[in-house]
């Protein structure tokens, strides 16, 4: 059997509901042979993910998933290899942090204004020291019975335009290379399917820049990709002849019926990945 890896997976230190520890265990249990950490703009996880790791015997990649945009659109960047105890980064990310915290604070009274019952008592209960994305919004909105799942809350309530959408700042793509790459990361385009999900061509143009900027690869293997989504970005891949990277998106039970490893049952990222990083 060919050895599988799982590059890109969240722990609840952003919007993942395991703790590093659990996340660790289960890609023991799940027999891969290395998974990273990228938690959404936070590092925080990573120290007791490679503990855990180094106990366990399974190789840990140390990672982040940055925010980013371009012509307006999100765009998120995995670095892996980073390191964490590197000041300019860290420096930045709590500026990033700042910033998100002020935009939740503005999601939470967007929603209040148009009768939803949600309060910033309800982010706060999650815990100081963690980074809460829309995704979480959108979770206390399916608590509250406004919405079927995380899915459907994000599409009615928080995607661009709807009620409880608000702009933050993001630092820009060619920044968040240099601040990775200082740090020692290899930087990836992630998803590039979902950077403007009304037109792929766009998508695409967007990932090309980024790569033109400087990023060493992009997700070529991913949970949501279908046929066509891997074969353009196998041939991105080729063009620009970068690296390749690929996961699972895990999010704990906050995505229902995503695995870590295998995603939504058919993926499967090759060893092969990581040796050639
Ligand atoms: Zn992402
Ligand atoms: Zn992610």
Redesign the pocket.
Known sequence: MKEAVDL???TNR?DGTLTPVELVRLAKEKGLAAVAV???DTTAGVEEALAEGERTGIRVIPGI?MSTSLDGCDV?L?GLFVDIHNAALQDRLREVLEDRNERNKRSVRRLQEKGFSVSQGDLDAYGADKILTRGNIAEILVKKGYAEDIKDAMGKYMCRGKVGYARRRVPDPSECIRLLHDAGARVFV??LHQIDLKDPEHSMDICRRILAMGADGLETEYCEFDEVWKIRAKEIAGEYDCLESG?S???GSLKKGLELGTGYGDLFVPAAFLERM
């Open positions: 890109h997976a969240h952003s990228t938690d959404h998933e998120h995995i992630a998803h996961g998106d895990f999010h």
